[in-house]
């Protein structure tokens, strides 16, 4: 028997525990020290959350630990509590499980930096803030870990603070997300009027009565939506992603493609049972996640710095996940989660072996060739990126085709355009490996191989992202989704999606994906070992090719609609209300009293016999008042 | 009796700082005096029974219907809890900006606090004026003798704006004074019944002067200026303390007494304060001066808690008044550190500052907690207030939870562009100045405790507050 009350708090409490005792003690620790407290606190939290998973009885549906009244006032019980489902289990598996190797590679990646013992506080913090969004009972708490994750977010992007440019980039991450944090808010304010609680259980319970299409359900979702679009970087919030890699690449691997860009999909799939009946906000869902997911891989082509192409490639990703949950699909939107932790997280922890065995460098046109160089970093990274391009029987493979086929299920122009998206895909992702990894050296520094702790997480999520796909093999394939059925315990509307298609359907669409993205990659290998490709100025492009380069100018298109009306209104508002409204309203009040003041202290003359008479004149006034209106 | 306390002990230290200009341990005894009123202050609270308690009932000058009768519920206890919390950091503050004559600037500031307790004890109408204009007068003086640049000027404006709404008030009292069945106490207030008619102009009568206060738009026109040239104390004073008298005096005096007016203006006064809310918001953005910023900010969340408060509903009027205790702590730790720095690099400019971070990790390291909780981050106290203020205002409407809403947005745009241009970015001035020692820390890391513990767990605050809201509530359907 697992006492789920005592150690389920304790999975979010460890890391937090790490982050204040190592932030308190922050400069008595060296990078070694407080990167092995930081990995011990999380690698705690997840052997916690091995015995909470296997102890767990998915017959009882899940179990809820109250820690403490919160928002308690008559009329309204929001408590702090966790909830320990099959959903809140695969995420904190994933959360700490990736994030103890994440943390693990941190300290060989951060070993030189003098605020290491700083980083590996804001890290276990964020794990904290991760661990309470998604083990939160109700809406309010996820928010807690919602905006937690912002924060910490914030705090690593900017991690390098001497830099106005990666300052501004932590900004506009806050701000986007918060904006996104808006129509959280309202929704949760609405979902609490209508059902009087937001602990979860107690709503997917009261909405099985709803009406199908409920105007105030579909506005609650819609809210919910933009909530998701900021945190997991969708159109038309996503911008903030890209710019979010000016933080240390583990950052990048942990919280900007592993973990807290997935908080989106985790919310919808946490408000199945909502979107459920709100087809309109799924179909908005659909087209969200199938924009985002071509958009940014079409940038993911003709970017040159190697984590912005898997920026790119992480928003495009999370769109695949987007369309998923659209379709109601909520199964394969947690797979491609899962799988996509792995693979991504390996890209990025790849990339970032990259940086440190050139000394920085994050340039691709400024690599290559260093296949032979960096031998384990090579091969992880051919893993990751045969996983991401769907290469048969790796993870991705398993989980992008289901999200496929359910698109296919949808309507074949979604499919199409996704197909599309995917060969973008291997396309880049190819062209950053073979540009990488191929040819000859274009740069100056000498490389290295980084060290065991480097090196080790690399392996250890390469022979995830390899084998990932088993935990929710198809029926075609032999399995029996094993994830989906597991998840379907925690609510009932995620089981509720089945593949209708005929198994030769469902071959053909896979056939079909595989000879195209088969050919991108041989198209790859033309471009970029052949010949060597590099891009130059995109001045010189043709007008796309220059507009999709330059990320179809989509941040000058903000910049320019929001963030400069925004500075001219501050600087407009402040003059025309302020200085001619606000304090001439108060200065005529000070006139008027300074005014009356002298009008009357001309009265007051010093002049006896004025004084009299004026007496005289009042009292004879008030007698003729008097005698007028008395009614005797 | 416990109560009386309150108001002795401030007064008595003050008279005698007065009369004895101990110059070098004026400080030390101020303090102290302040940390005996807490002390008492919780014991009260400890002893809090519940209802409304009656600590003192002498007639005084009947003829006026003037009793000096003191007492407390819910709503008062946390105001006299906020006072007593508010002023031994107050007080500490005045170790980093050493004003001339500390006996004087201790006095005034006693003073203060005695009538702010007036003000929270009064249970009779005329009391509760006296002290409420009273609190005025030694914050006027600290404002006219140990002021910037300008000061005579602004602060003149401010008190002649501030006795404007005053003079108001009084009349709207006398007004009531002279109804029939009105005893003078501030309960007979809820019992008036007005006609309609009546009560939609003397609405304004009363309200102008908490409108002032407060402020809310468009009557905050006082307040930067004030804010810039006043001693720190000064503006702790009127931002942490006085201000709350404006939500105190709208909740005891004009909610009671004209309810049809409240709810005949219900909708102006809340589009008006959400207006003023995002208002400030956006303005705050372009400001140069911490102190200015610190002002607008503060009307900005001022504004959410006035729409709170006149949503008229148990989650609206709960979330405002925790608001008003989140409000106190936070606009303390922003001003002090305000103070810190001004301290140190000799100017609240911030074009002046930037890169600080690298001079003073710690004082940034507090700094960002403070901003934190100043755009209310869950688990932070204001986070608890805005919350339950957001539910009150969707009973209303639900547009006007929207407005109040977008100010999550605006308010981290300018607080964390603040923050930026004070802490981050290169070392631009190589400023030579210490980080945060033990004085900076023995005020910021109570306070931050404050936000956080209440933040998390909110309860006892919660309690104090429901059961008088929900009386309030039960006098008008």
């Known amino acids: ?632 | 009796m416990t109560a009386l306390l309150l108001l002795l002990i401030p007064f008595v230290t003050a008279t005698l700082l007065m009369v004895l200009r101990p110059t070098e341990r004026a400080r030390g005894i101020a303090l102290g005096s302040t940390l005996a009123s807490l002390a008492v202050a919780l014991v009260l609270w400890a002893g809090f029974p519940g209802g409304t308690v009656t600590d003192l009932h002498t007639a005084w000058l009947p003829s006026i219907a003037l009793d000096f009768s003191l007492g407390h519920d819910g709503i008062g206890l946390l105001m006299l809890l906020l006072t007593s919390v508010a002023f031994p950091f107050i007080i500490g503050a005045g170790y980093g900006e050493r004003l001339r004559h500390p006996s004087l600037v201790n006095a005034l500031l006693l003073y203060t606090q005695c009538f702010l307790y007036g003000v929270f004890l009064a249970q009779n109408v005329v009391l509760f004026y006296i002290f409420y204009e009273l609190s005025l007068i030694p914050v006027f003086f600290l404002l006219l003798y140990w002021g910037g640049e300008h000061r005579r000027s602004i602060t003149v404006r401010f008190f002649i704006y501030t006795l404007l709404g005053g003079m108001a008030l009084l009349f709207g009292i006398v007004y009531c004074l002279v109804q029939p069945g009105m005893d003078g106490s501030m309960d007979a207030l809820g019992r008036l019944q007005l006609p309609v008619g009546t009560q939609t102009w003397l609405f304004w009568a009363l309200f102008l002067a908490f409108a002032i206060k407060l402020p809310i738009f468009p009557f905050h026109g006082w307040q930067p200026d004030t804010y810039t040239v006043a001693p720190m104390q000064g503006v702790m004073v009127l931002a942490a303390v006085m201000l709350k008298m404006g939500l105190y005096g709208v909740v005891k005096v004009v909610l009671p007494a004209v309810p049809d007016g409240a709810l005949y203006w219900q909708r102006t006064v809340i589009v008006l304060s959400l207006v003023g809310a995002v208002y400030a918001a956006i303005i705050a953005l372009r400001q140069h001066d911490l102190r200015r910023l610190i002002a607008y900010s503060s009307m900005s969340h001022v504004g959410v808690m006035c729409a709170g408060l006149f949503a008229w509903n148990h989650f609206g009027l709960t979330g405002a008044l925790f608001q008003a205790l989140a409000h106190a702590v936070l606009v303390l730790a922003m001003l002090y550190i305000t103070g810190a720095l001004k301290e140190r690099t000799g100017t609240s400019g911030m074009g002046a500052m930037g890169g600080l971070k690298l001079r003073m990790p710690r004082l940034a390291v507090l700094f960002m907690l403070v901003v934190m909780n100043g755009i209310s981050l869950p688990l932070f106290q204001s986070f608890v207030g805005e919350w339950l203020v957001f539910n009150g205002l969707w009973e209303v409407d639900r547009w006007l939870t929207f407005m109040a809403v977008t100010t999550i947005v605006l308010g981290a745009i300018y607080m964390l562009y603040a923050y930026q241009r004070v802490m981050l970015g290169p070392d631009k001035w190589q400023l030579e100045v210490h980080d945060a020692g033990l004085r900076d820390h023995l005020v910021l890391v109570p306070l931050i405790a404050i936000t956080l513990v209440l933040g998390a767990y909110p309860g006892p605050i919660l309690e104090l507050v429901d059961g008088p809201a929900l009386t309030l509530l039960s006098l008008f359907p």
């Open chain 1, 1 to 632: 028997m697992v006492n789920t009350g005592v150690l389920a708090p304790l999975v979010p409490l460890l890391p937090l525990l790490g982050a204040v005792v190592i932030g308190a003690l922050r400069r008595r620790m060296g990078a070694v020290q407080a990167g092995a407290l930081a990995t011990a606190m999380i690698g705690a939290g997840f052997a916690i959350s091995l015995v909470l998973f296997a102890g767990f009885d998915t017959a009882a549906g899940g179990t809820t630990v109250r820690l403490l009244d919160w928002m308690a006032v008559t009329g309204m019980d929001i408590p702090l509590a966790l909830r320990v489902d099959a959903l809140s289990l695969t995420m904190m598996l994933i959360v700490t499980g990736v994030g103890t190797l994440i943390h693990l590679y941190s300290i060989g990646y951060m070993h030189d930096d003098p605020r290491a013992a700083t980083f590996f506080s804001n890290l276990n913090l964020f794990t904290f803030c991760m661990l309470v969004l998604v083990m939160g009972s109700n809406f309010l708490v996820t928010f807690v870990g919602w905006e937690g994750v912002g924060l910490c977010s914030y705090l690593l992007i900017g991690f390098w603070y001497t830099r106005p440019d990666y300052n501004y980039a932590a900004r506009k991450a806050f701000v986007m997300n918060r904006i996104g944090d808006v129509g959280m808010v309202l929704a949760m304010v609405l979902l609490f009027h209508l059902f009087g609680t937001l602990e979860y259980a107690a709503i997917m319970d009261k909405a099985a009565g709803m009406r199908w299409n409920d105007p105030l359900l579909v506005t609650a979702t819609l809210l919910l939506v933009l909530g998701a679009t900021g945190k997991s970087a969708q159109v038309p919030l996503f911008t903030w992603l890209p710019d979010a890699m000016a933080g240390p690449t583990p950052v990048s691997a942990l919280i900007h493609a592993a973990t807290m860009v997935t908080a989106g999909i985790f919310l919808v799939v946490r408000g199945s049972v909502l979107f459920e009946l709100a087809p309109f906000t799924q179909e908005v869902i659909v087209w969200v996640g199938t924009a985002t997911a071509l958009l940014a891989a079409s940038i993911g082509l003709l970017q040159n710095d190697i984590k912005k192409v898997l920026a790119y490639s992480t928003v495009s990703q999370l769109g695949y996940m987007f369309v998923a949950l659209g379709t109601g699909a909520y199964g394969a939107a947690m797979f491609h989660v899962t799988t996509h932790a792995f693979f991504k997280a390996l890209l990025f922890l790849g990339a970032g072996s990259v940086i440190h065995a050139l000394g920085g460098e994050q340039d691709i046109r400024k690599m290559g060739g260093l296949k032979g160089k960096v031998r384990t970093t090579y091969l992880t990274f051919l893993a990751g990126t045969a996983a991401i391009s769907g290469l048969p029987l790796l993870s991705g493979f398993f989980s992008k085709d289901l999200i496929m086929a359910h698109a296919f299920q949808h309507g074949p122009e979604v499919f199409v355009l996704l197909l599309i998206g995917a060969l973008f895909t291997a396309f880049y992702m190819f062209r950053l490996l073979f540009l990488v990894f191929f040819g000859t050296y274009r740069g100056e520094a000498e490389p290295h191989e980084s060290p065991i702790t480097m090196t080790l997480p690399l392996v250890v999520l390469a022979v995830l992202s390899v084998v990932g796909g088993v935990l929710n093999l198809p029926h075609l394939f032999g399995g029996n989704e094993a994830l989906k059925h597991y998840l379907g315990t925690a609510a009932a509307g995620i089981a509720n999606e089945e593949l209708v298609l005929s198994a030769a359907t469902e071959i053909a669409l896979m056939a079909v994906t595989l000879v195209l993205v088969a050919l991108t990659i041989v198209l790859a290998h033309a471009r970029f070992v052949k010949r060597t490709t590099l891009e130059g100025d995109p001045a010189a492009m043709p007008p796309l090719k220059r507009l999709v380069a330059e990320r179809w100018r989509i941040d000058e298109l903000y910049a320019r609609l929001f963030e400069r009306p925004y500075a001219w209104l501050s600087r407009t508002l402040h003059r025309i209300g302020e200085e001619r409204v606000v304090v001439p309203l108060m200065n005529g009040v000070g006139t008027v009293a300074i005014r009356t003041g002298q009008a009357l202290r001309k009265l007051q003359t010093g002049n006896a016999s004025f004084h009299l008479l004026a007496m005289a004149a009042g009292i004879i006034i008030f007698l003729l008042i008097t005698l007028l209106t008395d009614p005797r």
